[in-house]
């Protein structure tokens, strides 16, 4: 099985009560897993869809707060998004389980690992443990918890998975009994939960200046402490379950050698053919894989350190400004103090998920074993590089246009569809500024304006920076600043700064392109899902029947803030859209606030429908009333396309794998919430105009 | 690769038409060996409405004519062309 449904079967065989969640690549399918064990009752935990990172960190506190074993995941952008909570965590005492699928944080952006994502977050107080194989990630899961719940611990856990390398690759794993696993690790019970019905205190989270320096000197100590805890858990578990990691260390072949190799996470399996290799030649090279990297293994370090004459640190995580490695960086100053100090060597190596191969280590270890035979460091810091070979397929076109022809989305994506007409209206003084998803992967590449990639919750303070300045420079009435979000962009992970843009009365546009779930990460839930739809994060099963709730009204809560133009618009009835882009641009040029498109993408993947149906399926959501086509100008609402009598909402249903599980009272229900939006839209169109706008 | 060699160096911090940044790209994307099925245009049924070229995702079919032009370099052979045609003038045919 893969490294993340080992970590889900982890989860799920520590008996976790509390699950929250934001997707993003590559960890998803670690919570997909969950969700499909939730969905089917061999699961029982709370889930919770959090709608952005921050948000995600935030119930996994709460959840721990209150007394419930509670689990986590993501990597990179998201975990530097909530940063902020994990900060919180350990000062609230929460032995909550976070899962890093490791991915580079952008700087460039990629979604494959190294190991720059957790380096922010490796001095917060938390156990951070790196593993090897996919073994060892079901394994870890359960010894983190053992870990961070003892009494004399009681710290939040990360456990780092490389992305791809183990999170999508495929190994033998052992599933051990779970009535095993339960007498390891026994239900969690909390001693100082919040429970209000129990006790009146709560954790503080202010202290006096004096008191600071000493609770750092304190979980400074409990910290040290828990080596002798993580060693314990190691060693038990390796009596009962028969696979043991070392603890905090893990030394390969390092008897009768001179040098040594440092590696972390699963290019330690690589090296260990090299030091296979080097060994069979006669060479006195070992290794030593950090399973632990906080609490760093100091003393385990310095003991070693005695033993040899050369260490060659390899490092998939760059301090930049410092000149080396943040592992090379800890065990330099971990081994300061000794009086007799081995020579030290760094490489840079495997940084975006480049492959580190067994002929890379054994160069290295060439280096090392030199190092060791001169007496001195040549050069401290080596870079391990690869050439690149370009795979772009553009195939040049004479004349200029904004958008080209192909692109890497989809056959017969909907939101494709959108993106031609969008800047085909707008013209070439647009610039697209685009949190993550599917149209940046696919649509950036082929754009004949500038496409700026935003991070995600923060991409209409990106389009506030550049309207703002185009305003300075007098050209705010030339330049169209437009994002084009998808609905996680909008309705979840960016609708805070989407109201703030919206409130200041930002001259912006806001496209969505909506296909009702996180298509660019697999297909999960979003706050834009509809009612019952199967995602991969509310899976049909014994249990669940698709996603629960109906999704958020995000047009009618846009015209909330008395913005001067809202729309939705569907590709079936191109004239329309093409002419609310039109609308919505005359309006910002004016200067007049921000204009709100939403735009429905119909998505065959995450849909389960033909590509050939794209638009009829587009075109039976409005027919049914599932996608109304709204427009309200200045506060007046008007509905552009009013079928004497809806069509049955079976109709658009029946196309689509999405809701193919749905009974005949599930068709009922959305029928009558189909019903219902439609006769309140009739109801705000009879106004005449919203009472809130002057 | 040096700082100053491309795709590095200042120059190269624009990228152009890259994977998740982009603008300033001059052509188009080669999908053309994505499909299955090809569209098959009958051009004395169609009425030259131009649906199939509103709809087209990837832009690559284009007004000319006689009827719609296909470039096959951009198709991924979807079919909304053929299922959108009001009078059945596109056939979608395996390739």
């Given at each position: 099985m893969p490294g993340n449904k080992a970590v889900a079967y982890g989860v799920k065989l520590s008996r976790v009560e509390g699950i929250s969640l934001f997707p993003i690549t590559p960890q998803t399918t670690i919570v997909e897993y969950l969700a499909d064990f939730i969905a089917n009752g061999e699961l029982e935990a709370e889930y919770i869809h959090a709608e952005g990172e921050h948000t995600a960190m935030g119930v996994a506190i709460g959840l721990s707060l209150a007394g419930v074993r509670t689990f986590t995941a993501t990597n990179s952008q998201g975990l530097a998004y909530m940063h902020e909570c994990v900060a919180q965590a350990p000062a609230y005492r929460t032995p909550l389980l976070m899962a890093i699928a490791n991915r580079t944080l952008g700087w460039f952006w990629s979604i494959q690992p190294d190991y720059s994502d957790v380096m922010p977050e490796l001095n917060l107080g938390w156990v951070i443990q790196f593993v090897e194989s996919n073994q060892e990630c079901l394994d870890t899961v359960i010894q983190l918890y053992k870990i961070a719940e003892d009494k004399r611990v009681m710290l939040p856990a990360m456990l780092c998975l490389d992305g791809f390398y183990l999170s999508y690759s495929n190994e033998r794993v052992e599933i051990p009994d779970q009535g095993e696993v339960d007498d390891f690790l026994p239900p969690y019970e909390p001693e100082h939960s919040v429970d209000p019905t129990l006790r009146d205190f709560g954790p503080a989270a202010g202290l006096p200046p004096p008191l600071h320096t000493t609770y750092r000197r304190i979980y400074e100590e409990i910290l040290h402490d828990a080596k002798a805890v993580i060693k314990e858990v190691d060693e038990e578990f390796g009596r009962r379950f028969g696979r043991s990691y070392g603890g905090l260390i893990e030394e390969y072949r390092c008897d009768d050698v001179d040098t040594l190799l440092v590696t972390m996470g699963s290019m330690t399996t690589a090296a260990r053919r090299a030091i296979d290799r080097l060994q069979g030649e006669g060479r006195r090279i070992g290794l030593v894989k950090v399973k632990t990297l906080r609490p760093f293994p100091i003393e385990e370090f310095r003991a070693l350190a005695e033993r040899v004459d050369a260490i060659g640190v390899v490092d998939r995580m760059m301090l930049h400004g410092t000149g080396g490695g943040g592992l090379f960086a800890d065990l330099k100053s971990a081994l300061y103090s000794l009086e007799e100090r081995p020579l030290l060597v760094d490489f840079i190596a495997g940084m975006g998920g480049d492959d580190i191969s067994t002929m890379d280590f054994v160069e290295m270890g060439e280096r090392v074993l030199k190092t060791a035979e001169r007496g001195r460091v040549e050069r401290e810091v080596e870079y391990v590089e690869h050439p690149y070979q370009p795979t772009a397929r553009i195939i040049p076109l004479k004349e200029k246009r904004v958008i080209y022809p192909g692109s890497g989305g989809c056959t017969g994506c909907g939101a494709s569809i959108i993106i031609r007409h969008v800047l085909d209206v707008l013209g070439p003084n647009t610039v697209i500024v685009d949190p993550p998803n599917c149209a940046g992967v696919n649509y950036a590449s082929v754009v004949g304006v500038p496409w700026i990639l935003a991070n995600y919750a923060a991409t209409a303070g990106y389009q506030t920076g550049f309207y703002r300045a185009y305003k300075l420079k007098g050209k705010a009435d030339k330049v169209h600043v437009v994002s084009f979000a998808g609905d996680g962009g909008t309705v979840d992970i960016g609708l805070q700064a989407l109201s703030g843009a919206a409130e200041r009365g930002e001259s912006i546009i806001w496209i969505c392109y909506d296909n009702e779930a996180y298509m660019n990460t697999g297909i999960q839930r979003s706050g834009s899902t509809p009612l019952f739809a199967r995602t991969t994060t509310t899976p049909a099963g014994k249990v669940w029947r698709g996603k629960g709730e109906r999704p958020k009204n995000v047009p009618l809560i846009m015209a909330a803030h008395g913005i001067p133009y809202v729309a939705t618009a569907s590709i079936a009835f191109i004239p329309d859209l093409r002419r609310k882009v039109k609308r919505a641009a005359e309006i910002t040029s004016a200067g007049k606030g921000l204009a709100y498109i939403h735009i429905q993408a119909p998505c065959p993947t995450g849909w389960y429908y033909p590509p050939e149906k794209t638009v009829e399926v587009a075109r039976l959501a409005v027919l049914t009333g599932a996608w109304p086509l709204i427009e309200i100008e200045e506060g007046r609402v008007k509905i552009n396309v009013k079928p004497k009598k809806l069509r049955p909402i079976k109709e658009y249903l029946r196309l689509q794998g999405r809701f193919r599980h749905l009974t005949d009272e599930q068709i009922e229900e959305i029928q009558r919430w189909v019903n219902e939006s439609w006769e309140s839209w009739l109801k705000l169109e009879e106004m005449g105009k919203l009472p809130w706008y002057k | 690769m040096s700082r100053e060699e491309p795709p590095f160096g200042i120059k190269g911090l624009v990228l152009r038409g890259g994977p998740l940044g982009g603008g300033g790209v001059s052509g188009g994307m080669y999908v053309?060996?994505?499909?299955?099925f090809s569209p098959k245009i009958d051009y004395e049924r169609c009425t030259k409405c131009w649906l199939c070229v509103t709809y087209c995702p990837e832009a690559a079919l284009s007004k000319g004519e006689r009827g719609p032009e296909l470039d096959p370099r951009f198709c991924k052979g979807c079919g909304i062309c053929g299922n959108e045609c009001p009078v059945e003038a596109i056939e979608m045919v395996r390739e």
């Open positions: - | 053309g060996d994505w499909k299955i």
